[in-house]
């Protein structure tokens, strides 16, 4: 490997291998960081010989160097030599999968799944399986949690006497003491339970299932919740009454809000697994249940689902269930007394109007929609209106313009300014919903007045949002309603006010075209560069540079270089930087 | 150490003074926090006496620019999280900021250096023949290192008073005056406000949060107590805010007996629950009261702590006194309560048969390997030479921490900067002949 006379390549490896076990946290994790490198200078064997044993002997680092390390051994197989040896990098993985840190432990884990995949049968048995016995058995709980996640990985490819075995150890750290464990184990039923022989399932896993479900922990029954969607999924149609609804019945009762949140949560998914039939007879009560519940979390998740869950209600029937059942739990829901679940409401209750129709949206929804832009709460009528255009479909928008506007000018003047915020985001796509008439009569001014709104995050929201409306109606509309607006702002004693000018013609000048830039933004800015604030200056040397592409090359010569050279000669150190910046980005000089 | 209790013994400062003292779950290892935001680890040796085992600085003053307050370094509770792996873990907090600390051994290091010879000195650049990753680990002398694995700040506006671990080994809870939060242990950046006593006007207060506590089986269940004297039970999984609990331990007092220290001295200081969850012992200024979870409107014992006070009152306010918040403990077996008192005394009391027993921690009485003898207080005229009239009791020696270790009977208390811990000589006396297990000591900084 090295001559004699020593061989300066091996140098920044030699740096790198005594930087793996630097006082300094920062170079050890830059070490571990090119530890493939290290690998490759070191050669498979020495990597496998001395390498691994290093790193597994010195595992008690910091956390981020651990997980740098774990994630490293992920791709490491073709370092020690390809899939014949990954084996190799099980011991320093196995020691890392039982730290106490989470997110090393996941990391470890995440790679001992990426490797059991380049294991061949044989060593799969013979080195992997026993890892994940012993983690399965290990005495603290770190290790047992981690075994959780390497079941599924081994079991489709081991022979029918390990996988007795395999099973046994998942049926133990089910039952096992500590609930980090039965949590972990939890967490990993479906996942297990699908790489399963379907008769298992239904003999090992519905029986785990059953007995985490009833967990006496609560943060135990919740992540049985999550198994139940991939088991159902699993079983054919006629056992799922027998082996699965039982538990899911109970959960949706379930004494702890946070279980009942759970199913709330993933209803969508439940009701994909259970099919048509259950949910027309189990799961629609147990909307409506939810939707009423006491816990207003509880309701909130299930108010988010209304929609996806009158989607995919069987067709035949969807009508008269959501007229009948969901929709007078709705509108309970419009006058909650919890902002969250009206607020989750109105994110999703617009929805509904494409699933119901023309005459059923005016005649029932509508009520509602009228009744949430009313709401006190701004995050509530935020939500209406930033889904108006499904609604828009089906009825046009005309039937809600009347309580709209007085929405939209509420939230347009409201004290917080992240609702005044939220508000103008909706701005371009209201003014696509309304058409320019409405906009011009209606919404025109309070765009305006954002310009001039005393917090700059607003400002800057404007000036984006006048972008936005000009590309939707022209340029000629620009010219005609904005443009003279924003010009004449140029001349406002608050130098702010001066610079939002500037800012606007910035983003509006490759909306509006060459002639009107040249003709009606150019000499302002040109004007500007004589004011007496400094900010304002070099701010026009910013706007020369921004607008100077949109420009013919005459009209730069003559109008935009001269301008720039004198504030060049500027007493102020950033005037004279950005006009600098602007000459030479123009190439005028 | 005998040396160095001469030398401080009576102007020790005003940081030594322990704030805090608990047993980790399996006993071997004993925590103790000061006024000077140290943490001191005690481990039980194979004999059974507690040598210091680690010292680390877990809190620092600070000052709050926004507010313009001083955060004081003193530890307010420790608490100790159930053993994960060979480290162990606890959470420690001062009035605004709990952290999560790591105490782990070495016992090696890696040598063998390509760059370094074995001297340290740097080798030549061109003698660099072939790589050496040398995983040779040398002995070393074995290191305790204390390190910092999380800091949980800015959830509290007001002092915090307690945390308590839950049994989910997941989370746990951390209360001030006025809102109980709950906390994901992994996670540092958010809690969830549990419980919120605070009133949209601040000038209709009429009570604040003493102390909470988690139920040791039940993840869902947490009680907490108030200056009003009453301990709530909430269950978490009724509702996600526990404003209204599950139920309220409370004894009605008979109106023949108020005055105007009432409500001042029926302020729950401390709140354990037994280790079997069945009871609750809860102290306030003059007892201490045994409480089933099953029986809310009264007691099912009432222990007075040190009922002669109740003439003395007057004093102990003028003092503040009154205001001192005594801790409680449960012996492993629920059979026996211990709660501190003052002159240095702290009392236990047998649940079946009822008897109870003063006992003086100081360092004229505690000889080591001495026996105890009961201490008695007299109202009126001294009846024996050992006992104490009212009136010469030292209101300044105070026992505030007492823990009990979780199985064995072992005990140990806090009085100002001495930690005592007392061990049964015959494990069938339960806790009643107690002997001095090692001579006073102090908790001061180690010599740098």
Same mark, same amino acid.
């Given at each position: 490997?090295?001559?004699?006379?020593?061989?300066?390549?091996?140098?920044?490896?030699?740096?790198?291998?005594?930087?793996?076990?630097?006082?300094?946290?920062?170079?050890?994790?830059?070490?571990?960081?090119?530890?493939?490198?290290?690998?490759?200078?070191?050669?498979?064997?020495? !990597?496998?010989?001395?390498?691994?044993?290093?790193? !597994?002997?010195?595992?008690?680092?910091?956390?981020?160097?651990?997980?740098?390390?774990?994630?490293?051994?992920?791709?490491?197989?073709?370092?020690?030599?390809?899939?014949?040896?990954?084996?190799?990098?099980?011991?320093?993985?196995?020691?890392?999968?039982?730290?106490?840190?989470?997110?090393?432990?996941?990391?470890?884990?995440?790679?001992?799944?990426?490797?059991?995949?380049?294991?061949?049968?044989?060593?799969?048995?013979?080195?992997?399986?026993?890892?994940?016995?012993?983690?399965?058995?290990?005495?603290?709980?770190?290790?047992?949690?981690?075994?959780?996640?390497?079941?599924?990985?081994?079991?489709?490819?081991?022979?029918?006497?390990?996988?007795?075995?395999?099973?046994?150890?998942?049926?133990?750290?089910?039952?096992?003491?500590?609930?980090?464990?039965?949590?972990?184990?939890?967490?990993?039923?479906?996942?297990?339970?699908?790489?399963?022989?379907?008769?298992?399932?239904?003999?090992?896993?519905?029986?785990?299932?059953?007995?985490?479900?009833?967990?006496?922990?609560?943060?135990?029954?919740?992540?049985?919740?999550?198994?139940?969607?991939?088991?159902?999924?699993?079983?054919?149609?006629?056992?799922?009454?027998?082996?699965?609804?039982?538990?899911?019945?109970?959960?949706?009762?379930?004494?702890?809000?946070?279980?009942?949140?759970?199913?709330?949560?993933?209803?969508?998914?439940?009701?994909?697994?259970?099919?048509?039939?259950?949910?027309?007879?189990?799961?629609?009560?147990?909307?409506?249940?939810?939707?009423?519940?006491?816990?207003?979390?509880?309701?909130?998740?299930?108010?988010?689902?209304?929609?996806?869950?009158?989607?995919?209600?069987?067709?035949?029937?969807?009508?008269?269930?959501?007229?009948?059942?969901?929709?007078?739990?709705?509108?309970?829901?419009?006058?909650?007394?919890?902002?969250?679940?009206?607020?989750?409401?109105?994110?999703?209750?617009?929805?509904?109007?494409?699933?119901?129709?023309?005459?059923?949206?005016?005649?029932?929804?509508?009520?509602?929609?009228?009744?949430?832009?009313?709401?006190?709460?701004?995050?509530?009528?935020?939500?209406?209106?930033?889904?108006?255009?499904?609604?828009?479909?089906?009825?046009?928008?005309?039937?809600?313009?009347?309580?709209?506007?007085?929405?939209?000018?509420?939230?347009?003047?409201?004290?917080?300014?992240?609702?005044?915020?939220?508000?103008?985001?909706?701005?371009?796509?209201?003014?696509?919903?309304?058409?320019?008439?409405?906009?011009?009569?209606?919404?025109?001014?309070?765009?305006?007045?954002?310009?001039?709104?005393?917090?700059?995050?607003?400002?800057?929201?404007?000036?984006?949002?006048?972008?936005?409306?000009?590309?939707?109606?022209?340029?000629?509309?620009?010219?005609?309603?904005?443009?003279?607006?924003?010009?004449?702002?140029?001349?406002?004693?608050?130098?702010?006010?001066?610079?939002?000018?500037?800012?606007?013609?910035?983003?509006?000048?490759?909306?509006?075209?060459?002639?009107?830039?040249?003709?009606?933004?150019?000499?302002?800015?040109?004007?500007?560069?004589?004011?007496?604030?400094?900010?304002?200056?070099?701010?026009?040397?910013?706007?020369?540079?921004?607008?100077?592409?949109?420009?013919?090359?005459?009209?730069?010569?003559?109008?935009?270089?001269?301008?720039?050279?004198?504030?060049?000669?500027?007493?102020?150190?950033?005037?004279?930087?950005?006009?600098?910046?602007?000459?030479?980005?123009?190439?005028?000089? | 150490?005998?040396?160095?209790?001469?030398?401080?013994?009576?102007?020790?400062?005003?940081?030594?003074?322990?704030?805090?003292?608990?047993?980790?779950?399996?006993? &071997?290892? $004993?925590?103790?926090?000061?006024?000077?935001?140290?943490?001191?680890?005690?481990?039980?040796?194979?004999?059974?006496?507690?040598?210091?085992?680690?010292?680390?600085?877990?809190?620092?003053?600070?000052?709050?620019?926004?507010?313009?307050?001083?955060?004081?370094?003193?530890?307010?509770?420790?608490?100790? $999280?159930?053993? /994960?792996?060979?480290?162990?873990?606890?959470?420690?907090?001062?009035?605004?900021?709990?952290?999560?600390?790591?105490?782990?051994?070495?016992?090696?290091?890696?040598?063998?250096?390509?760059?370094?010879?074995?001297? *340290?000195?740097?080798?030549?650049?061109?003698?660099?023949?072939?790589?050496?990753?040398?995983?040779?680990?040398?002995?070393?002398?074995?290191?305790?290192?204390?390190? $910092?694995?999380?800091?949980?700040?800015?959830?509290?506006?007001?002092?915090?008073?307690?945390?308590?671990?839950?049994?989910?080994?997941?989370?746990?809870?951390?209360?001030?005056? /006025?809102?109980?939060?709950?906390?994901?242990?992994?996670?540092?950046?958010?809690?969830?406000?549990?419980?919120?006593?605070?009133?949209?006007?601040?000038? &209709?207060?009429?009570?604040?949060?003493?102390?909470? &506590?988690? %139920?040791?089986?039940? +993840?869902?269940?947490?009680?907490?107590?108030?200056?009003?004297?009453?301990?709530?039970? +909430?269950?978490?999984?009724?509702?996600?805010?526990?404003?209204?609990?599950?139920?309220?331990?409370?004894?009605?007092?008979?109106?023949?007996?108020?005055?105007?220290?009432?409500?001042?001295?029926?302020?729950?200081?401390?709140?354990?629950?037994? %280790?079997?969850?069945?009871?609750?012992?809860?102290?306030?200024?003059?007892?201490?009261?045994?409480?089933?979870?099953?029986?809310?409107?009264?007691?099912?014992?009432?222990?007075?702590?040190?009922?002669?006070?109740?003439?003395?009152?007057?004093?102990?306010?003028?003092?503040?006194?009154?205001?001192?918040?005594?801790?409680?403990?449960?012996?492993?077996?629920?059979?026996?309560?211990?709660?501190?008192?003052?002159?240095?005394?702290?009392?236990?009391?047998?649940?079946?048969?009822?008897?109870?027993?003063?006992?003086?921690?100081?360092?004229?009485?505690?000889?080591?390997?001495?026996?105890?003898?009961?201490?008695?207080?007299?109202?009126?005229?001294?009846?024996?030479?050992?006992?104490?009239?009212?009136?010469?009791?030292?209101?300044?020696?105070?026992? /505030?921490?007492?823990?009990?270790?979780?199985?064995?009977?072992?005990?140990?208390?806090?009085?100002?900067?001495?930690?005592?811990?007392?061990?049964?000589?015959?494990?069938? %006396?339960? *806790?009643? %002949? $107690?002997?001095?297990?090692?001579?006073?000591?102090?908790?001061?900084?180690?010599?740098?």
């Amino acid at each position: 490997m090295a001559g004699a006379d020593g061989d300066d390549s091996l140098y920044p490896i030699a740096v790198l291998i005594d930087e793996l076990r630097n006082e300094d946290v920062q170079l050890r994790l830059n070490s571990i960081k090119k530890l493939s490198t290290i690998a490759l200078a070191l050669g498979v064997e020495r !990597t496998r010989t001395e390498l691994l044993p290093f790193l !597994t002997d010195t595992i008690y680092d910091e956390d981020e160097v651990l997980l740098a390390l774990a994630e490293q051994l992920g791709n490491f197989t073709m370092l020690v030599g390809g899939p014949e040896y990954v084996h190799c990098l099980l011991p320093p993985l196995e020691s890392l999968a039982t730290v106490e840190e989470t997110v090393v432990r996941d990391k470890a884990v995440e790679s001992l799944r990426k490797i059991s995949h380049e294991h061949s049968p044989v060593d799969l048995e013979v080195h992997f399986e026993p890892l994940v016995k012993r983690l399965a058995s290990g005495d603290w709980f770190t290790s047992r949690t981690s075994a959780c996640g390497l079941f599924s990985v081994c079991y489709p490819r081991v022979s029918s006497t390990v996988k007795a075995e395999i099973r046994q150890h998942f049926r133990n750290l089910c039952s096992d003491d500590t609930p980090m464990v039965r949590r972990a184990a939890a967490s990993k039923l479906g996942e297990f339970a699908k790489v399963l022989e379907l008769e298992y399932v239904k003999s090992d896993i519905i029986s785990l299932f059953t007995a985490l479900a009833s967990d006496e922990q609560d943060s135990v029954r919740l992540l049985a919740v999550e198994a139940c969607v991939s088991i159902a999924t699993l079983l054919p149609q006629e056992d799922l009454e027998t082996l699965v609804m039982p538990t899911l019945r109970q959960a949706a009762e379930d004494k702890s809000w946070r279980v009942r949140y759970m199913v709330a949560d993933k209803f969508s998914e439940l009701q994909k697994a259970v099919g048509p039939e259950i949910t027309k007879n189990d799961l629609v009560p147990a909307f409506q249940n939810l939707l009423k519940d006491c816990e207003a979390e509880v309701r909130a998740a299930a108010a988010n689902k209304v929609k996806e869950f009158c989607e995919n209600l069987p067709e035949d029937s969807r009508e008269t269930i959501i007229m009948t059942h969901i929709l007078p739990c709705v509108k309970e829901l419009v006058s909650d007394t919890n902002q969250h679940v009206k607020s989750a409401l109105a994110s999703v209750i617009m929805g509904l109007s494409t699933i119901l129709g023309k005459d059923n949206t005016i005649e029932h929804l509508l009520p509602l929609f009228l009744a949430q832009l009313k709401d006190e709460c701004p995050e509530v009528r935020l939500n209406i209106i930033s889904n108006l255009d499904c609604v828009n479909e089906v009825i046009g928008i005309r039937q809600l313009s009347q309580s709209l506007l007085p929405a939209i000018v509420e939230l347009a003047e409201d004290a917080k300014w992240r609702v005044r915020l939220a508000i103008i985001e909706y701005m371009p796509l209201l003014a696509g919903q309304l058409g320019v008439e409405f906009f011009d009569e209606k919404l025109n001014s309070l765009c305006m007045a954002w310009l001039v709104d005393h917090v700059y995050a607003i400002r800057e929201a404007a000036t984006c949002n006048l972008t936005k409306l000009v590309e939707k109606f022209g340029a000629e509309w620009a010219q005609n309603t904005i443009v003279p607006k924003v010009l004449g702002m140029a001349n406002d004693p608050n130098y702010l006010h001066r610079m939002t000018t500037l800012f606007c013609i910035n983003a509006l000048s490759e909306a509006c075209g060459q002639e009107i830039t040249t003709k009606h933004m150019l000499p302002v800015v040109l004007k500007m560069s004589n004011d007496q604030v400094a900010n304002v200056r070099f701010n026009v040397a910013k706007s020369l540079q921004k607008i100077g592409p949109v420009l013919d090359s005459n009209c730069l010569q003559a109008e935009v270089k001269p301008v720039l050279e004198k504030l060049a000669a500027d007493q102020d150190i950033d005037v004279k930087y950005f006009a600098q910046e602007a000459v030479s980005v123009l190439a005028l000089a | 150490m005998a040396k160095l209790v001469d030398q401080h013994d009576h102007h020790y400062c005003t940081a030594d003074v322990i704030s805090a003292v608990e047993f980790s779950q399996s006993g &071997e290892f $004993l925590a103790t926090g000061d006024k000077g935001g140290r943490v001191v680890i005690f481990q039980r040796e194979p004999q059974g006496e507690y040598n210091v085992y680690s010292t680390f600085q877990s809190h620092e003053p600070e000052f709050d620019y926004l507010k313009s307050l001083e955060i004081e370094e003193k530890i307010n509770k420790i608490r100790w $999280l159930p053993q /994960l792996n060979s480290a162990h873990f606890l959470l420690t907090t001062n009035d605004k900021t709990i952290k999560l600390w790591k105490v782990s051994e070495r016992d090696k290091r890696p040598e063998g250096y390509n760059l370094k010879d074995e001297e *340290g000195r740097m080798k030549d650049i061109s003698k660099i023949t072939s790589l050496q990753v040398s995983p040779v680990l040398r002995p070393m002398d074995l290191l305790v290192e204390a390190s $910092l694995r999380r800091v949980f700040a800015n959830a509290h506006a007001y002092h915090i008073n307690s945390i308590s671990i839950n049994s989910d080994c997941e989370t746990y809870l951390s209360a001030d005056d /006025l809102r109980i939060n709950l906390w994901n242990l992994d996670i540092t950046d958010r809690s969830f406000n549990i419980v919120d006593l605070k009133p949209e006007n601040m000038e &209709e207060l009429s009570e604040v949060i003493t102390v909470s &506590e988690f %139920h040791p089986h039940h +993840c869902h269940l947490l009680a907490f107590s108030s200056s009003t004297g009453t301990t709530r039970l +909430c269950d978490m999984r009724s509702r996600a805010l526990c404003d209204q609990h599950a139920k309220l331990f409370e004894e009605a007092v008979d109106p023949a007996n108020r005055s105007f220290f009432s409500e001042i001295v029926s302020s729950v200081s401390d709140v354990k629950f037994s %280790h079997s969850g069945r009871y609750l012992l809860t102290r306030d200024y003059l007892s201490a009261k045994v409480w089933d979870l099953n029986m809310e409107n009264k007691p099912v014992e009432t222990y007075q702590v040190h009922d002669y006070l109740r003439s003395k009152l007057c004093t102990l306010y003028e003092s503040d006194c009154i205001f001192d918040k005594f801790e409680c403990a449960w012996n492993g077996t629920d059979s026996v309560i211990m709660t501190g008192a003052y002159n240095n005394f702290f009392r236990m009391f047998d649940r079946a048969s009822r008897r109870d027993v003063t006992l003086e921690a100081s360092r004229e009485v505690c000889k080591r390997r001495a026996v105890l003898r009961p201490r008695r207080v007299c109202v009126g005229r001294k009846k024996r030479d050992s006992d104490i009239s009212v009136d010469s009791l030292d209101f300044r020696k105070k026992i /505030l921490h007492t823990a009990w270790h979780p199985t064995d009977n072992i005990i140990a208390i806090a009085a100002s900067n001495n930690l005592y811990i007392f061990q049964d000589r015959h494990s069938h %006396h339960a *806790g009643h %002949h $107690l002997e001095q297990d090692r001579p006073p000591q102090l908790q001061d900084a180690p010599a740098q």
